[in-house]
């Protein structure tokens, strides 16, 4: 049976590791009111990543837990940290996770002088 777990991002917090081995930073984002919390730990570009899985609580909440390279961390940072709203997808048979950005319009852009 395969799980598919998605929905709006509202909150994250960033970790950055020193001495931790191949993992070089965290970023946890939490997704209400899905009760999703995924943390995405960021690893050197030659460690091997540990599987991505999901954890499913006793009281139905959702720990999904993804790794990737570091190389990807300062992007997937500045999509959270910028842009609104942000949205994640998880399947589990696929071993697929996103976050992507919602619909906004052709040349907009938030920079004021």
Known sequence: MSHTISGELTSYAVTINANQ?????????????AATICYLDFYVESAELPDNRLVVRDNGSN????????????????????????????????????????????GEHEFTV
Request: avoid cysteine; charged fraction near 25%.
């Open 21 to 33: 081995g191949d993992k070089r930073a965290s970023i946890r984002l939490v997704s209400q009111p």
């Open 63 to 106: 720990q999904l837990y993804i790794s990737q390279r570091y190389s990807d961390y300062l992007n997937i940072l500045d999509l959270v940290r910028n842009e609104k709203p942000v949205n994640f997808l998880y399947r589990h048979d696929g071993n697929l996770f996103f976050v992507r950005s919602g619909n906004e319009p052709i």
